[in-house]
C-alpha cells in the first residue's frame, strides 16, 4: 500500500514562510505526477501545484510568485515552499501522487493533510 505522509504545517504570521513535506511510501510505487492541494474553511479542494517526474510545474494563479514546488524523486518525496503568507492561503493542504504500484497497477494516492493557518 502507498501512503503519504505529510509535514511542516502550522501557524504563521502573515509574510511568513512554511515548508511543507510529503514523501511517499511504498517501495515499489514509482510517483509520476505529485502535488499540492488546499481546503480552506466553506470552500472545496482546489489544486495548488503540481510537479512532474521530469520536473514540469503548474501552479494556481494565486500563489504563482510566492510558492514553488519541488520533488526528490530518489526520496518519492515532493515539498511545497510558502513564501509571502497570506491570510487567504489559511487551509488544510493535502499531498497528491499518482503513479504505478508495482501489482497494484497504477494508483492515486492523497495525503491526510496538514493545517496551515496564516494569521496574526
Known amino acids: 500500500q502507498v501512503q503519504l505522509v505529510e509535514s511542516g504545517g502550522g501557524l504563521v504570521q502573515p509574510g511568513g514562510s512554511l515548508r511543507l513535506s510529503c514523501a511517499a511510501s511504498?517501495?515499489?510505487?514509482?510517483?509520476?505526477?505529485m502535488g499540492w492541494y488546499r481546503q480552506a474553511p466553506g470552500k472545496q479542494r482546489a489544486l495548488v501545484a503540481t510537479i512532474t517526474s521530469d520536473g514540469s510545474t503548474n501552479y494556481a494563479d494565486s500563489v504563482k510568485g510566492r510558492f514553488t514546488i519541488s520533488r526528490v524523486n530518489a526520496k518519492k518525496t515532493v515539498y511545497l515552499q510558502m513564501n509571502s503568507l497570506k491570510p487567504e492561503d489559511t487551509a488544510v493542504y493535502y499531498c497528491?501522487?499518482?503513479?504505478?504500484?508495482?501489482?497494484?497497477?497504477?494508483?492515486?494516492?492523497w495525503g491526510q493533510g496538514t493545517l496551515v493557518t496564516v494569521s496574526s
Open positions: 497528491n501522487a499518482d503513479g504505478w504500484a508495482g501489482p497494484d497497477g497504477y494508483v492515486e494516492v
Open positions: 511504498g517501495s515499489l510505487f514509482s510517483a509520476n505526477v
